[in-house]
C-alpha cells in the first residue's frame, strides 16, 4: 500500500476526449502534487496544492485542469489533449510544502 | 530557477561492483538533495537524503556525498545487486516555499 492512490492505471484517450486522473492521498498531508514523467526528461513538475489552495502552475497548457477539492484528493482533468501528452501522470503528496514526496504509482496516459 | 543536471544518463555494472551516479544543482540556497529509486512499472521511491549541513550519510551499502562549494552531490552503491537495477533520481530543494527540482534520471542496470 502506497498510502498515494491514482486511479485508473491506464487510460486510452482521443484527441477530442475528456478524461479525469483521481489520486487520493492516506498519509494526511498537506500539500498535493500532479508531475509528468516523460521518456528521456526529467520528472516535470506541474501543479502544486497546499492546504487546497494551488500555490504552482509550471506554464502547463489549459487543456489540464487540476482540482484539489480537499486536502486528501486531487484530480486532473482533461480534454482536447495531443498525442505528445502522452506519458506517465505522477501524484505526488509530502507533509508540507518541501517535505519528503511520496509518490503514488501514476496513471499511464496514451493520447491517440 | 534551479537546474539539475544529472550523469550518466545509463550505467551498467556487473553484480559486485560499484556504482556513482553524479549530480549538479544551480542554485546555491538548495538545502535539501533527496535521491529517489524507481523501478520499472513503479513508483519513484526516496532511498536516501542529505542536507546542505551534512558533507556525507551512508545507510547500509548507498552513500551519498555533497559538496556544497561545487555544488555537486553523488549517490554510491557498493556491492551492487541485480535488485539494484533501477532508475535513480537525484533532486534538490529550493525556492521560496521549497520547491524540488528533479534530474533527468540514470538507468542502472546491474549484470548477473
Known amino acids: 500500500e502506497t498510502g498515494v492512490t491514482q486511479t485508473p492505471r491506464h487510460l486510452v484517450m482521443g484527441m477530442t476526449n475528456k478524461k479525469s486522473l483521481k489520486c487520493e492521498q492516506h498519509?494526511?498531508?498537506?500539500?498535493m502534487y500532479w508531475y509528468k514523467q516523460s521518456a528521456k526528461k526529467p520528472l516535470e513538475l506541474m501543479f502544486v496544492y497546499s492546504l487546497e489552495e494551488r500555490v504552482e502552475n509550471n506554464s502547463v497548457p489549459s487543456r489540464f485542469s487540476p482540482e484539489c477539492p480537499n486536502s486528501s484528493h486531487l484530480f486532473l482533468h482533461l480534454h482536447t489533449l495531443q498525442p505528445e501528452d502522452s506519458a506517465l501522470y505522477l501524484c505526488?503528496?509530502?507533509?508540507?510544502?518541501?517535505?519528503?514526496?511520496?509518490f503514488g504509482n501514476g496513471t499511464r496516459l496514451t493520447v491517440t | 530557477g534551479e537546474n539539475v543536471e544529472q550523469h550518466p544518463s545509463t550505467l551498467s555494472v556487473q553484480e559486485g561492483d560499484s556504482a556513482v551516479i553524479k549530480c549538479t544543482y544551480s542554485d546555491s540556497a538548495s538545502n535539501y538533495f533527496p535521491w529517489y529509486k524507481q523501478e520499472l512499472g513503479k513508483r519513484p521511491q526516496l532511498i536516501i537524503d542529505?542536507?546542505?549541513?551534512?558533507g556525507e550519510k551512508k545507510d547500509q551499502r548507498i552513500a551519498v556525498t555533497l559538496n556544497k562549494t561545487a555544488k555537486h552531490f553523488s549517490l554510491h552503491i557498493t556491492e551492487t545487486q541485480p535488485e539494484d537495477s533501477a532508475v535513480y533520481f537525484c533532486a534538490a530543494r529550493t525556492g521560496g516555499y521549497q520547491k524540488v527540482t528533479f534530474g533527468i534520471g540514470t538507468k542502472l542496470q546491474v549484470i548477473p
Open positions: 498519509l494526511g498531508h498537506n500539500a
Open positions: 542529505i542536507r546542505s549541513n551534512v
Open positions: 505526488a503528496s509530502s507533509q508540507d510544502l518541501g517535505a519528503v514526496v511520496h
